[in-house]
């Protein structure tokens, strides 16, 4: 078996189960289904349907029963707090491509590299700054840098029960466009990834 997450309370279905640790459920699913990160994830989704306080572990950690174990019970009252915070929230991911034009080739040299690649850096922050400002109308905000140079994500963080009401507004906010981007794409509900904070747990 392999951890995937805490929970407060609520049943765990088949084939993953549930250990119970100074008050605490650790969610454990067999090893064979969460051979890699994206297996992970699908465990995580299909927990969180069944838990609604379940808190997933991060989805590329691979830790041993044993480990979590202790892992928890030192830090028993810090996740209750976690739990409690984020277990019936969800994250939304709305990602923008950017409209502005690649970077010069990295072979080229001298200023007019420098100035595109300024640009671009300066057209991200601004694009940032107005995905924020929309998203900021929903909820509570945390960006952070996309994994593409000309992309973009905002996570947001919504109560469960909201999750599709502030799906649709999102979708009408977007459908209208901007000038800034050329594709903008929302995901999700996911477990709050995005807004845990296991160092300090």
């Known amino acids: 078996m392999i951890p995937i997450g805490l929970a407060r309370e609520g049943p765990v279905l088949s084939p993953c189960c549930a250990l119970s640790c100074a008050g605490l459920h650790l969610v454990c699913a067999p090893r064979a289904m969460a051979g890699d990160a994206r297996s992970r994830v699908r465990l995580h989704l299909a927990a969180m349907r069944h838990c609604e306080t379940f808190l997933p572990l991060p989805p590329a950690a691979v830790i041993a029963i044993d480990e979590a174990l202790a892992w928890c019970g030192r830090r028993t009252n810090a996740l209750a ?56 109308l929903l909820g509570e905000v945390r960006c952070i840098p996309g994994r593409l140079q000309d992309e973009v994500q905002v996570n947001l963080l919504v109560p469960a029960a909201e999750t599709h009401p502030v799906l649709h507004e999102l979708h009408e906010r977007l459908r209208i466009g901007d000038a800034l981007w050329s594709a903008c794409t929302v995901t999700g509900p996911w477990p709050p990834y995005a807004f845990i904070s296991w160092e300090t747990a």
């Open 81 to 136: 707090e976690e739990i409690d915070r984020l277990g019936r929230q969800r994250q939304l991911t709305v990602s923008a491509r950017l409209v502005a034009p690649s970077l010069p080739d990295a072979a080229e040299t001298g200023a007019g590299w420098l100035r595109a690649r300024r640009d671009a850096s300066a057209h991200r922050a601004r694009l940032r700054t107005v995905l924020t400002q929309m998203m900021s």
